[in-house]
């Protein structure tokens, strides 16, 4: 199994990055981790369409979806058998709305992809990877995701956007690679009225420490002040093994 990353910008494509856009790569071909702003270009870039086999979506927030009406303009103008897409409970009404208010036929895009909305529940299978799927704190529906492949005991965990939570830490225990957001940075001043989402980069170090990762990639995060985050999350991470996503970087797991 292989990461890939296509786009790590947090909530706004930053100097030409795309937004939250990975591929996970194993001998059963790629499977696309949310398809932010400008992903699909980032994937021509890296590999093309072809060898492309589902997408999968942790949630229905622009940054994390937008890119698939360019995908479906993509698969359909190179005639290409429809891609199996999964999204999130309630994913395929909130691409019909979004369709419908920029004036894209809706119909067009399921043409292009064999739609399915995942079941949280339980654990999917994908390319030959078990993906594991548990609820974050977010607004609306979000899932963390746990990636393990038959053929590997190595697992990779990705966070998507989430305010802490302590059962995040049992659900990242042990992986061999965790890729984890760092959104909130400056973090907002405590205030109970004040309601977070995200995790700030001293809450994404000590879910790496908890959580005993053995490598951890910070990822959603504001390019503009990537020092000082890396800087916090490895400080109370306690973990030398911490990097920052940089799109069409590789990871092997």
């Known amino acids: ?22 591929l996970v790569e194993t001998t059963r071909g790629g499977l696309l981790v949310d ?6 270009s980032k994937l021509v870039e890296y590999s093309g ?3 492309l086999s589902a997408v999968i979506v942790s949630h229905m927030h622009p940054d994390h979806f937008y890119g698939l009406f360019a995908l479906s303009n993509c698969v359909g103008a190179e005639k290409l058998p429809q891609l199996p897409l999964y999204l999130p409970p309630g994913g395929s009404g909130v691409l019909q709305i979004v369709a419908d208010e920029i004036g894209v036929d809706y119909e067009r895009v399921l043409d292009c992809f064999q739609l399915v909305e995942y079941d949280p529940v339980r654990s999917n299978f994908i390319n030959g990877l078990t993906i594991q799927i548990m609820p974050t704190r977010h607004p609306i529906n979000t899932y963390a995701m746990r990636f393990s492949e038959s053929t590997s005991d190595n697992q990779l965990v990705f966070t998507s956007d989430t305010a802490w939570f302590d059962e995040l830490v049992g659900f ?4 061999q690679l965790l890729l984890v957001e760092a959104t909130d940075y400056p973090q907002p001043e405590a205030d109970e009225s004040i309601h977070r989402w995200h995790l700030g980069p001293a809450e994404a170090g000590r879910l790496i420490r908890e959580a005993k990762v053995d490598r951890a990639i910070v990822t959603h995060y504001d390019a503009r002040h990537s020092q000082a985050i890396l800087s916090d999350v490895r400080s109370v991470s306690s973990n030398d093994r911490v990097v920052l996503a940089r799109p069409h970087e590789e990871h092997l797991i």
């Open 1 to 22: 199994m292989k990461l890939h990353i296509l786009g790590c910008s947090s909530v706004y494509p930053c100097g030409g990055q795309a937004t939250s856009s990975y």
């Open 172 to 175: 990242c225990s042990g992986a």
């Open 49 to 51: 369409l072809r060898e």
């Open 35 to 40: 398809c932010g702003h400008e992903a699909p």
